[in-house]
């Protein structure tokens, strides 16, 4: 690996950290920087969530002010997203590459549409005493994105932050850093599937891990400060971008 491409790694790291915080998103910066340096899709996302261990690090060591008192609903809703994590590994173990390569453009599209809507969505907001049910079924939809989270994961991050706005009454902030924890706890147990049974591309996991953590720390405090709204929009229309480009490439 050239020095060269560490830094361009360690800069796209730190931006896709940020934006993971700031806006719940990063594979959409950095996943496609990783097919630009010449790596095949699927071992490009496993390298990409590998890395992004250290964004969830990065993020809790960042957003202190905001999860404290909340860390046992972090491990509550962590143990859920977890094994989601490994289930959406193994599910992208377990099947050909051809797959993950057709599917890619479409989760890339439906991400990127979702982010762009984010603020339309309104009624998932939490009642006050949830019955049974409801607490069911938002449990089964967070297994059902952490899934995704371990499968691939671009803009999984605003999916969580929805299906968490319907379950934590809390304001916006604390839910997006209650959102950062559980969301690493998913990639980190993929991350351990990708190690041991995936095609990892070691060498440029540690600038681009660096990168991550260094945007991971630098991202919640930009959130405090920093309205979200341009780089909610710019993203999405950026990921839609990506999805087209990518969609004319595998289905041509």
Known sequence: MRFSEALVLLAAGTAGGIFSTVVAIASLVTYPVLLALGVPPLAANMTNTVSLVLTGAGSVAGSRPELAGQGRLVLRLGAVTALGGAAGAAILLLTPASTFTVVVPVLIGGASLLL??????????????????????????????????????????????????????????????????VSGMANAMAAVCFAIFGDVRWHLVVPLAAGFLIGGWIGPKIARRVPAEPFRVAVSLCGIGLAVRLGLSAYH
């Open 116 to 181: 762009l809507i984010q603020p339309r969505i309104s009624k998932l907001a939490p009642p006050e005493r949830p019955d049974r049910r409801r607490r069911l079924a938002m449990g089964a939809a967070l297994f059902a994105v952490a899934m995704y989270v371990g499968y691939f994961g671009a803009a999984a991050g605003i999916m969580l932050l929805v299906v968490l706005s319907a379950i934590v009454s809390e304001p916006l902030v604390r839910v997006n850093a209650i959102k950062n924890a």
